[in-house]
């Protein structure tokens, strides 16, 4: 088995435009194409403007006659066009899904995407025996709305995610499916999105069911050009998704298996092998974007602690973290800065906090830590610490940060849900006190 280079894979007709161009050109560069997205030439670098900055643009009524450099467009990875498929696939797994090939003297080449590698997949090389079921909780969480849903609020949300497409349910059955290529074709239209989800939405939408192979998924994300699956189970309830960038890994063993006979390629597909496992355990266990532990991972850990014979004996404490106006944070200076903020408290919480305590994001700008071995007056001096080093932040340079802390200590054994609910009272506490203060729970 060959694995091509990128320059086999790249779609070529690529649009693109120069970073020094106006707002107003990069948009009807991208109308007039309908492309979801538009390269922009940034020197011998490239960045992106997608779909979700045209909405960005238009709700915040930026002045279009401003420079594309102005938006602070994301860079996107940039490779030789002689580079083998292998080491090109883990790049495909950041939040752009997207490749920049180049010529030898750094022009641009052309742009290689998901698609274009799951096309290049033999699903022959598949075993046929695995079905959906058994990968479905590998695969990413899916964005749902319901049918009456305004398309605008919708978009809003694509802004704070990394998904491009929403499933429209009527009682958690799927009956249409919603893309940022479909508002693409509203936006040029100039069709007003306040309107309900349904009115736009594509119908009926395509599925397949949990007992479908990876074989069949795979042909049926090939030919029909989709980003992912989505699954229903036999009531047609929706189950979830596997996306294309879960497809690929799924293929990997595999692969492996087959070009045993190449030598040759054998050591670099171990070495992407290692790379795939361990990225997919950090996944499995931390926040993307915090480097925090996940929500379901901080669970268990709880869990583990609580089964510990010494934890019937001992005192914990836990500590419920909010970020004060954090929705004024991303209204007024956008979400790459919330995500920034978000960033900065997470490792500023890491570091004042004591060698075995265990933090998690526990979602949107809500923190949680596991204070071990610790009575009320302990937890208070690290609520404190933390509530201290936080407001010293500057983030940008100039944008300062406040959190509001909920305390619970608890003795012996106790359920998750009881030490949070008294945690996020006297979160709320804190926060009907004026915000940026720390209170306990009685």
Same mark, same amino acid.
């Given at each position: 088995?060959?694995?091509?280079?990128?320059?086999?894979?790249a779609?070529?007709?690529?649009?693109?435009?120069?970073?020094?161009?106006?707002?107003?050109?990069?948009?009807e560069?991208?109308?007039?194409?309908?492309?979801r997205?538009?390269?922009?030439?940034d020197?011998?670098?490239?960045?992106?403007?997608?779909? $979700?900055?045209?909405?960005?643009?238009?709700?915040r009524?930026i002045?279009?006659?401003?420079s594309?450099?102005?938006?602070?467009?994301?860079?996107?990875?940039?490779?030789?066009?002689?580079?083998?498929?292998?080491?090109?696939?883990?790049?495909?797994?950041?939040? *752009?899904?997207?490749?920049c090939?180049?010529?030898?003297?750094?022009?641009?080449?052309?742009?290689?995407?998901?698609? %274009? @590698?799951?096309?290049?997949?033999?699903?022959?090389?598949?075993?046929?025996?695995?079905?959906?079921?058994?990968?479905?909780? +590998?695969?990413?969480?899916?964005?749902? $709305?319901?049918?009456?849903?305004?398309?605008?609020?919708?978009?809003?949300?694509f802004?704070?995610?990394?998904?491009?497409?929403?499933?429209?349910?009527?009682?958690?059955?799927?009956?249409?499916?919603?893309?940022?290529?479909? *508002?693409?074709?509203?936006?040029?239209?100039?069709?007003?999105l306040?309107?309900?989800?349904?009115?736009?939405?594509t119908?009926?939408?395509?599925?397949l069911?949990?007992?479908?192979?990876?074989?069949?998924?795979?042909?049926?994300?090939?030919?029909?050009?989709?980003?992912r699956?989505?699954?229903?189970?036999?009531?047609?309830?929706?189950?979830? $998704?596997?996306?294309?960038?879960?497809l690929?890994?799924?293929?990997?063993?595999?692969?492996?298996?087959?070009?045993?006979?190449?030598?040759?390629?054998?050591?670099?597909?171990?070495?992407?092998? +290692?790379?795939?496992?361990?990225?997919?355990? #950090?996944?499995?266990? #931390?926040?993307?974007?915090?480097?925090?532990?996940?929500?379901?991972?901080?669970?268990?850990?709880?869990? =583990?602690?609580? =089964?510990?014979?010494?934890?019937?004996? @001992?005192? %914990?404490?836990?500590? +419920?973290? %909010? *970020?004060?106006?954090?929705?004024?944070?991303?209204?007024?200076?956008?979400?790459?800065?919330?995500?920034?903020?978000?960033?900065a408290?997470?490792?500023? +919480? @890491?570091?004042?906090?004591r060698?075995?305590?265990?933090?998690?994001?526990?979602?949107?700008?809500?923190?949680?830590?596991?204070?071990?071995?610790?009575?009320?007056?302990?937890?208070?001096?690290?609520a404190?610490? @933390?509530?201290?080093?936080?407001?010293?932040l500057?983030?940008?340079?100039?944008?300062?940060?406040?959190?509001?802390?909920? *305390?619970?200590?608890?003795?012996?054994?106790?359920?998750?849900?009881?030490?949070?609910?008294?945690?996020?009272? $006297?979160?709320?506490?804190?926060?009907?006190s004026?915000?940026?203060?720390?209170r306990?729970?009685?």
């Amino acid at each position: 088995m060959k694995f091509p280079a990128l320059k086999e894979l790249a779609t070529t007709n690529v649009i693109y435009i120069e970073i020094d161009s106006t707002i107003r050109e990069g948009i009807e560069l991208m109308l007039s194409n309908v492309h979801r997205n538009v390269i922009v030439k940034d020197g011998e670098k490239f960045r992106i403007l997608m779909i $979700a900055d045209l909405v960005y643009i238009k709700k915040r009524n930026i002045d279009q006659n401003r420079s594309l450099r102005s938006l602070d467009l994301p860079f996107i990875t940039a490779l030789d066009k002689e580079t083998n498929i292998l080491a090109c696939v883990e790049h495909l797994k950041k939040q *752009i899904e997207y490749i920049c090939t180049l010529n030898s003297d750094g022009s641009l080449h052309g742009i290689v995407t998901l698609t %274009d @590698i799951i096309s290049h997949i033999d699903p022959d090389t598949l075993i046929e025996n695995y079905t959906l079921r058994e990968y479905l909780h +590998l695969g990413t969480s899916i964005m749902e $709305a319901g049918e009456e849903e305004l398309v605008l609020d919708i978009f809003d949300r694509f802004e704070q995610s990394s998904f491009d497409s929403v499933v429209i349910t009527r009682r958690n059955v799927p009956i249409g499916i919603l893309t940022a290529k479909d *508002i693409l074709k509203a936006l040029k239209s100039d069709i007003d999105l306040n309107i309900p989800a349904r009115e736009l939405m594509t119908s009926p939408v395509r599925t397949l069911y949990v007992e479908s192979t990876i074989k069949e998924a795979l042909e049926f994300i090939n030919s029909n050009a989709f980003k992912r699956v989505i699954v229903i189970d036999s009531g047609g309830y929706l189950s979830g $998704a596997i996306t294309q960038k879960e497809l690929i890994s799924l293929t990997y063993n595999r692969w492996s298996q087959l070009i045993k006979e190449h030598f040759s390629e054998l050591q670099e597909i171990n070495r992407i092998l +290692l790379i795939e496992n361990q990225q997919y355990k #950090t996944r499995a266990l #931390t926040d993307q974007l915090t480097g925090l532990y996940n929500r379901h991972y901080f669970i268990e850990l709880f869990d =583990k602690r609580q =089964k510990d014979e010494e934890s019937r004996f @001992i005192s %914990d404490t836990l500590l +419920l973290i %909010d *970020i004060d106006n954090f929705k004024q944070i991303n209204d007024n200076y956008g979400h790459n800065t919330g995500d920034k903020v978000l960033s900065a408290v997470s490792k500023t +919480l @890491i570091n004042s906090l004591r060698g075995n305590d265990i933090a998690g994001r526990w979602g949107g700008e809500e923190f949680v830590v596991l204070l071990l071995m610790s009575e009320i007056e302990e937890a208070m001096e690290v609520a404190q610490k @933390i509530s201290r080093n936080i407001a010293a932040l500057k983030v940008n340079g100039n944008l300062s940060v406040t959190v509001s802390i909920g *305390i619970n200590a608890f003795h012996g054994i106790q359920r998750l849900e009881d030490v949070i609910s008294k945690a996020d009272e $006297a979160l709320y506490e804190a926060k009907r006190s004026g915000r940026n203060c720390i209170r306990y729970a009685l």
